[in-house]
Each structure stands twice: as structure tokens, then as C-alpha cells.
């Protein structure tokens, strides 16, 4: 029996990489979408606790710095990323496996909020998005999340399908940051 | 000329450019206007109706007359303003609305029909015959009438839109704006200051005068200094703000030096928690006799050149005013050692002492000159006129404070009768401030202390503190003016320059009886051209106030929009070009279908196959056909992914589907499929697919390609508002999944030996659906056919996309069969009469696709109600039936209309039409789909197919609508 080669959503577009900033695709985690039920957020928070150490976020936020990660991801669900669900958390709330269905990138830089400023509404200052910080918004046509991992590194997903597009995207406004100088 | 000692810009260094494709030199920090004065070339336009000689009027973005074609080929700019267009080497400009050149423009002969062209010509002459209008006479205006031309071309340059954040927006960086600057960015707020020039100052540039006891230009220097320092300020130069809309946003096109892949402009949205206005003040013209002749220019410009630029305007001046700072220009000019012939103040009162004559209520009654200014006619208070012999002559109306911003959200100006000006309303746009000029403040001392004022009010609304800092000191001259709108006399004076409008033509328009200003505006056309009016409106209204017995303040101002200056559609619609235009989604089989040749074709934002040629195929049709054998006849392989899927969880998920779906999900066994019909509120079908229990509490619902996204809002509709009690939540995974759909007699060969399990029709019957492994990896299999053959979907997560299509279609291929692309889907379907939004156009019902047996009784579900209107259930209504050609035309086309066979072909007798059609090679003719009144009941009759767009007729058979194995015995196996 033949074995399936797995290829990533950006497989031989990345990575690209100018004096702004430099643009990479990571390699995949396992993302699960995670919908508490009904009056089942606190079971959840806990065993979410007790699974992997991570918080429920709120609106706009993140749990979790290093490999396991949960970020807001829209009014019903937050997304677990870096870490398989531990099972006793579908007795709380439905899990769906998101992990091949977003293109995952991280742009890194001195540049990388300038070159964001081409493509999203977001205000990224400081004040406004420090580390941590995660939002669904604009990027460019596409609707996408938008995460500050690190004071210059930012995670940027959309729909896998849309891969091509969000790197031509990306790397066109990151060749028109550096070609001003 | 050029006057050594004098401007701010590097000499050292020569620029070549052309004009009109003479060589010419210029300096860094020249604009193509400054270059062409220091040049001695006065001529630099056409005016846009009657042809005229224009020359440079200003120094700034409202510039009327000075515009101009820039670069050549695709790259072409037309309509560029000289005076904001910063000078490169190698700038190569040319004149416009001109044939065959500048000094010999032809159509210079409208000037002399001008008695007969004035306000209103247009409406009273060519009105008829009323065809000629569309055909000949507004095709002959325009082509009369002119701008300059785009090239045709796609624009090869690159543009870009942006987004920017702050506390304080200051808009202007002349004294005021740089003092609020200073203000704000000292006390650490957020600072974004965008000026539209390229060098910050504003009219410190322009002027000789002294802040702190040295040049005006220093201290805006060193502010500027202090502010880049600062990390929390952004100084953004060569950036216009041009509008202000809700919520604090302003929209501002930046212009852009040149360079290789560096966009030519970018169209910022700025978000500003609030905005201090130092706009500046613009200057406005007097109207007398050939106020227009090239050489007649702005004081503030002329002196500014000189100034900023080191460029003498002429060699003989006259300078003429109603106010004290006209003198400032005669002043300079002087000082440069440049010979002032005269200085012409209106009021009687005026006190001036230099190296020239004063003349004191006096008037400029006419110009003589022919493309050229030289000589100046004037009036003096004893009725004695006078020829002083001048090639420029400085005129100053007054200074109108730029209030366009305050008023781009309904606000009107306020008349302001000691500077005989109109000034911002107070809080006319919520967070905005206006300083200085802008606010009516005209002296350097009055423009500092608002500026630092404006700041300081703007931050203690975003609850932060600034010092008070002592200001610097300058001049606080007061402002002293006496209103001069026209000096009355023969000849025509010129109001609104661009678009020629004279003050007769404003005085025609009141004796016309277009008395308000906004009728006066759209008569005369004055303010309509692309300086929208900025030299000329207050002039305008004026005069009409004068003709029509009101003050100005009761005569009001026409409306002031966004943009305050032109703003390129390609700067706007920046990054919207090709692949830009929309997002490209891809499925993961793109890459091994495009290798086997396969042509694209767009399904909403999805690009999926049409047909996978093969050698020897010179025809879609030849592939097409192919592609339906090997499905019928051996197997076939597509990919579904675009399908959308939405999986479904919770103890409410089958109530959920029960009312979403007008039949039942609630009785679905696990591991079964239903195929789902499901209607809007309106009681029209939304969108159809097939639902798959995965568990008792799991399902995964499937749409059509088209109404995924609709599907998926209607599921947030009905859970939040319809039904917000329901546990259930739903997430798309149509991007995890990889679908492919193999069907065809040998599908379950091809997948035998794939998966690790028994795909017989006992283990996996028809309609039923589970999770097999594959090479090792969890997949799902869904027993399922749009074919109406053995038919499996196979889905894996879709990073193994690739790879399983590959694998499927080497494995089809092994067997006879092959990759199947959307041609072949849509003729397999169409055979079978299954629907897709062809026949689902969103306004047929479920009983006029022959559906009404799925509307459950036995239960509430969307769309019930409605459906159940007795117009919706008329058995009169066109109903899905399938046609087949029976005349001696044997093809079919989709969105013909269809009539009795003897019936004429009018609208009236129309009795339905074709949705789909398709060329059956299974049954060997032509197969349509659509609707016909009372359909089901009219199979076997005749029905005549007329197509008036595409001139195409044909007799049908009405039959029905599945032509092919009707009892689905080849889906069940």
C-alpha cells in the first residue's frame, strides 16, 4: 500500500525574507477548535487547567507561552494549538480538528507592524496589542487571526486554501515597506 | 530667474527635466512649478473651456490652472499639479487640453464664441433634438473640454493602502501644527503629523520671518528635529489628509519619491483619537478684467517663490491688495533687489513705505499682455487710469482659513466678519480641533499659542497632561483687511479659473433665478472642477450676495466634501489589481490537475477543473464525453473539497438540523446519510446537501460550493436569534478535509485495496458513512453519489490531499477510468436530474422542484409557513422538468424561454426555461433541465425552445427531469 506524503499549505512558497522582515512557515502543530457547552465554561477552564495548564481566554486573549497554546479564536470557540486535546475535555465541550485547515505563517522583524499596516485595520501599537494579544480581522481581502507572539514576531493564519494568496500578499506589501527605504 | 542668495533649496546640485520636451534644469527641493518660473516659462496651460493662456496662479495643492501630464508610455499621470510636484531628475512634463501645441492651441477660437458659451449655454442650446445629447453633443463637449488622458494602458506603477493608529492626528506642520507636535509628543502621546508638502514649515518656508529672534525655517527645522527624535511622534511629509469621517477616522494619500518597486502613492486610513486642524489658510484671488493673463499670480505665491525657492516670478512687479500682508510680498521683492513697480492697495487707508510707489485706493481695473502679462491697468481714487508696464503682478484677496476637514461630516462654516473670512464651527467634527490659519488665526505669535493650545485640549480629553511650555517669540502682527471681492469695469474677471467661470456668469445665475448657492454652483459650474473650488468659492458667493441683496453669511457656502485634493483611483483601489482583485482559494489537487493540462474555472472564489485533456483531444466536448464513460463505464475521480462541510456537535445538534432542514435528521441512524433540502424564512430553497450522523450527538453537514458561506450565517442566525437556547455548537472544516468523490461500476475496486475495510454493499450500503483508515491515516468514507453511480467520498485531513488525488487518479486510471473535471460532473448530474444553484436560483420552491414530499409534517422548520403561501403551492407554477430536442435542431441552450409549439415568442406567452443543459453521451443527445408551468403534469408533450439572445430555437419534448436509471439501482448497487 502506498504511503500519503503530507505537504504543507505553504509548501514551496516559503520562506521569504527581506531587510524588513522575514516571513516562514512553521511546522504544523495539531489545532483543535474548542465550543464549551452550555453552562460547562468552568468544568471546561478547569480541565483545561488540569490537562495542559492553559486558561480559557477571553475575548482577544491568549493562554500559554510555550508549546501549547489556546487563543481566542471567535464568540464560540477557542483554538488549541501545539498540543493534542486531552479527551476528558469533549465531556465539556465539542472539539473539532482544525489541524490541516489553516495556513499558519509568522512574520518576524523590525518591519513586520509596518508590513501588517498594508493588510489589516488592527491597531498594533503596543498599548493596543502587546504580546499575547490575538484577533480575527482584515488581511488584505481575506479574513484571517492575527497573534503577537513576541514584540516582533506576529502569527498569521487563514483558510488553508487561501495560502498562495496570503503569501503574495504578505511578500508584495514586504517588498513595498523595504523599497521605501 | 533665479535669485542667488535666496531659498531653501540645494543649488549645488543640477536636475534636468523637460517641458513640453524642452530641456530645462531645476535643483532638489524645486517643485515643477518652481523650476519653470526659475526657468522664465510663464505659459503652462489651456484653461478647460474656453482655451486660454494660463500660467501658474499658486504655490500649493489648489493650484487651478498649472496641471500637467507627467511620464510617458503606461506610466503616464495626467492632471499633475506643478506646484506639488516635486522635481526629479529626468521629470518629463507636458501641457494639456492643447492641440496642435501650447502657444497654437486651436480651439483657443472658443474664447472668442465666449459671449455665446457663458453659464446655462449648455442647457439652453442643446437640448434638442433630444437623441443628440448622448450622440453627438456631449461626446463633442468633452472631447472639446479637457483634463489630460490616462494612457490606456494597464498602469504598470505600484500603489498601496495602509492603515495607521494614534492619539493625535496634527494635520499641517506649519507653526501651529509643529507647536502641537511639540506640545502633544512631549507629553508622550501617540503623535502622527502629516503634511501635505515634502519639506515641514509650512509657511515658515515661504515667509522671512523670525521665530526665537532667528529664521522662521530654523526653528521649524529644529522642531522637526526634536519631533523625529521623539519615538512616539511619526512625521509623515508629502501626506495629504483628505477626508474626516465617523469614528475619528481620516483618510490621507501619501505621494511618493519614485523608486523601484516602491509604490508611486498610498492611500492611508488613519484612526486618531483626536485631531488637531493646522491646515493653514489659502489665498484668494480678486476678480477684475483678465485677472487670468499668465504673470497674474497669489501674493503669498509669488513672495513664497522667491522665498522658498529663490525664483523671481518676473523682472517687474506690481503687487496688488486689499490687506497689510500683500505688502510683505512688495517687501521681499524689494529686498531681493527685484524691481517693484508699484503697489496697489484697495483701501484708502493703507500706510506703506518703501522702495515703490504706493498708491493708496487704487484699483487694478484690466492686464494687457497676449500669452504673457505686461502691463497693468490701473484706476486711481481720482478716476485717472494708469498703464504701469509689469510681467507679474501679485494679487491678494485675503486669506480664507482651510476649514474643508471641519466640514466633510454636514458642518457649515462660520462668516467671520473682521478678517472677512469664514472659520471652523465649534466641534463641527467630533475630536478635531482647528489651530492657526485654519481657525482664523494669522499671526506667527497667534498660530504658535493655538497650536500648543489646540494640543493641550485634545490631550486632556484622552486624560493626558502636557506642561505649559513657554512659546516662542514672534511676530503678532494684527491682520487688517477691508473685504475686495471685484472691481467692477469692462471685461471678464475671472472667479473659479479651472472651469472659467467670470462673475458675470454668477450674476447671470441670480438674474436667472439660481439664487441659492447651490444652484448657482451647478449652473455656472464655479467649484466644480478639480480644485473644487478652493480659490474661488468665497469670491463666488460674494458676488452672488451682492446680486441678490443678502450678506454673505445668509447667502452660505456650498457644501464641502472629501477628497480635499484628488486622490488616484488606483490609490484607492491599491493592491486590488489581477491576483489582488480577490483572495485565490486553491484545493490541494490544483497543482496535479493543472500538470495534467486541465483548464480552471472559477467557482465563486475556488478554482476547480473544467476537464482533463488528453492527447488527441482537440475539443472540451471530446474530453468531456470521455470523462462521462469513464464514470458510467469504469471510474472516475473529483475533488469535492470545495463543498462546504460543517461539523456539528452537541446534545441540541439534531434539533438544530430538524429545524434548519425541512425533513428529519433527529431519525438519522449513526452512520447514515441524508440528502437535506433547506429553505430562507421566505419559504424559498437556501441551499440542499447530504448530512452525515457521526455519532449520536456528531454531525457533519455538507452544502454546496456556492452557499457555504451562506449557510454557515444562516446557522449563526438561527442559534443566536431564532433558537438561542440551543446546546449545540457548529465549526466549517471544509479547509481540514480533502474530498474526493470516486464513482463508477469499479470505485469499489479502485478503493479496495486502498482502505482496511469491506466496501461491500452489506458492510457499506448506500447512503451510509464511517471512519476507515487509509495508508494508516484516519479518514472518512461517505457511500454517496452526485453521479448516479457506485459512488464513494473519501475524505483525509488535507495535508495528504495531494498525494491520495495523485494516488486515486493513477489507480482510475489503472482501471480504465481517469480524473473527472466539472464539465463531466455537471453532464453526470444533469443525467440524473440532480440540482445544483442553477435550478436552486433562490426563487423556486421545494414543490417546484418536485421536493414537496421532504417538507416534513410532523414538524416546525424554517421556511415552513412561508412555503405553504398559496401562490407557492400553485400547480401553475413553472416546475422542474427535463427537456429533450425532438426538432431537426438536436442542441439545446440554458436560459432559453420555452412556449407552446404555435405560440408566439413573446413575453407574455412565455410558459418557463432552461436552467441547465448538457450533451449526453450516455443517451446520446441533449439533455436540459428547467422549469415549465404545470410541468410533471405535461411529460410526453411539446414545448417549443426560443433563445432571443442568442437568436436559437428548437422543439423540445417535455420529459423527466432524472433521464437516466430513474430507480437509482446503479447509486445502490
Sequence with gaps: ?181 | MRIDGKGLIDRGTRLGFTFDGHRYEGHPGDTLASALLANDVRLVGRSFKYHRPRGILTAGSEEPNALVTLHDGAHREPNARATVTELFDGLAARSQNRFPSLDWDLLAVNDLLSPFLGAGFYYKTFMWPRAFWEKLYEPAIRRAAGLGALSGQPDPDRHETAFAHCDLLVIGAGPAGLMAALTAGRAGADVILADEDLRPGGRLLSETLEIDGGPGVDWADTAVEELEALPNVRFMPRTAVTGAYDHGTYGALERLPRGPKRPVDCFWRIHARAAVLAAGALERPVGFADNDRPGVMMAGAVRGYLNRYGAAAGKAFVVFGNNDDAHRTALDLADAGLHVAAVIDSRHEARLSGPFDVHAGAQVIGTRGGRALEAVVIRHPNGRVESIAADCLAMSGGWNPSVHLTCHMGARPVWQEDIAAFVPPPGAVPGLIPAGAAAGVFSTHGCLASGAKAAREALEVLGITAAHAPLPEAEDAPYAIRPLWLVEGKGRAWLDFQNDVTAKDVKQAAQENFRSVEHMKRYTTQGMATDQGKNSNVAALAILADATGRTIPETGTTTFRPPYVPVPIAAMGAGGRGRGFAPERLTTSHAASLERGAPMIEAGLWFRPSWFPRGGETHWRQSCDREVRHVREAVGVTDVSTLGKIDIQGPDAATLLDFVYTNTFSTLKPGRVRYGLMLREDGFVMDDGTTARLGEQHYVMTTTTAAAGQVMRHLDFVTQVLKPGLDVSFTSVTEHWAQFAVAGPKARELLSGLLDTDLSDEAWPFMSCGEVRLSGIAARLFRISFSGETGFEIAVPARYGDSLFRLLVARAESLGGGAYGMEALNVLRIEKGFLTHAELHGRTTAFDLGMEGLMSRKKDFVGRTMAARPGLVDPERERLVGLKPIGPVKSLTSGAFLFEPEAEATRENAEGYTTSVAFSPTLGHFLALGFLKNGPERLGEKVRLVDHLRGYETLCEVIHPVAFDRDGGRARG
Design chain 1, 1 to 181: 500500500m502506498a504511503d500519503l506524503i503530507a505537504k504543507t499549505p505553504c509548501a514551496g512558497l516559503l520562506p521569504f525574507e527581506n531587510g524588513v522582515a522575514t516571513l516562514w512557515e512553521p511546522a504544523p502543530v495539531p489545532m483543535t477548535a474548542i465550543a464549551p457547552y452550555r453552562g460547562r465554561a468552568e468544568a471546561l477552564s478547569e480541565a483545561l487547567r488540569a490537562a495542559h495548564g492553559l486558561d480559557w481566554p477571553g475575548p482577544g486573549e491568549t493562554s500559554g507561552e510555550g508549546a501549547a497554546r489556546l487563543i481566542w479564536f471567535d464568540r464560540a470557540h477557542g483554538l488549541l494549538m501545539g498540543v493534542a486535546p486531552a479527551p476528558a475535555l469533549a465531556e465539556h465541550a465539542a472539539l473539532t480538528d482544525q489541524s490541516d485547515a489553516w495556513a499558519l505563517v509568522r512574520l518576524e522583524g523590525e518591519g513586520a507592524a509596518e508590513v501588517l499596516a498594508r493588510l489589516t485595520p488592527l491597531d498594533l501599537r503596543e498599548s493596543e496589542f502587546p504580546v499575547g494579544r490575538t484577533a480575527r480581522s482584515l488581511l488584505g481581502h481575506m479574513q484571517g487571526s492575527i497573534t503577537r507572539l513576541e514584540p516582533r514576531v506576529y502569527q498569521l493564519m487563514v483558510f488553508r486554501s487561501m495560502a498562495g494568496t496570503l503569501v503574495h500578499e504578505l511578500t508584495t506589501a514586504m517588498e513595498q515597506v523595504a523599497a521605501r527605504g
